[in-house]
């Protein structure tokens, strides 16, 4: 995919993402799932307020048959007039 965006754009590959949109990625490659975090913005709120850190985290997953795809980015950027 990386080799068909390049045809397209110009880019530089600064490897594995860690972040996108401010959230963080996290990624279980044996069980294959990938999740999205605000760790670092909860604790900038949280110092902001005073809210003590040690509550509980609760996880929201996607529902079971939404899938993403890569073939899905691609099909956006075609669909997107440059």
């Known amino acids: 995919m990386k080799k068909d965006l ?7 590959d ?4 860690k972040k996108v949109l401010g959230m963080e990625i996290e990624r279980e490659w044996k069980s294959g799932k990938i999740s999205l975090t605000q760790m670092g913005y ?4 949280f110092q902001k307020f005073n809210i003590n850190d040690d509550i ?3 996880s ?3 529902t079971p048959h ?5 073939t899905l980015l ?3 950027l075609k669909s997107v007039s440059i």
């Open 56 to 58: 509980k985290s609760e």
């Open 6 to 12: 390049s045809f397209e754009f110009e880019m530089k």
């Open 14 to 17: 600064l490897g594995e993402a």
């Open 74 to 76: 691609l099909l956006l």
């Open 66 to 70: 939404f899938k993403l795809k890569a």
């Open 42 to 45: 909860l604790k900038k709120v």
């Open 60 to 62: 929201t997953p996607l």
